[in-house]
């Protein structure tokens, strides 16, 4: 069974920076994706980005030009780096990913990780 470990998140100023950080662990065979989505109050949750197992990184619009995410030394294990965050960024983040729980398996399951709450203050 897989987990998704999410510290961080916390309050950062305008213009500031935070990294989130995503790992994944327990038994399973591979993992095809690991992304980053984000909910705000009201709102669908949506995609800000994602890195395949090739390195293959996906970004949502405008963002590309402020968030990355890198992976941070072990393959299982994702960043958010968000950059000059604006009063639009505050949202509850979330982490998620396609594992392949054993290698006869056809399909990859959908793991969520427990969101962390990113706040901007003006």
């Known amino acids: 069974q897989v987990q998704l470990a999410v510290p961080g998140g916390g309050l950062v100023q305008a213009g500031g920076s935070l990294k989130l950080s995503c790992a994944a662990f327990?038994?399973?065979?591979?993992?095809?994706?690991m992304a980053w989505y984000r909910q705000a109050p009201g709102n669908q949750r949506e995609l800000v980005a994602s890195?395949?197992?090739?390195?293959?990184?996906n970004y949502s619009g405008s963002l590309k030009e402020r968030f990355t995410i890198p992976r941070d030394g072990a393959k299982y294990t994702v960043l958010l780096q968000m950059n000059s965050l604006k009063p639009e960024d505050p949202a509850m983040y979330y982490c998620?990913?396609?594992?392949?729980?054993?290698?006869?398996?056809?399909?990859?399951?959908?793991?969520w990780g427990q969101g962390t709450q990113v706040t901007v203050s003006s």
């Open positions: 998620n990913t396609g594992v392949q729980e054993y290698s006869y398996d056809l399909m990859y399951d959908t793991i």
């Open positions: 327990g038994t399973f065979h591979q993992i095809n994706i």
């Open positions: 890195i395949t197992s090739d390195e293959t990184t």
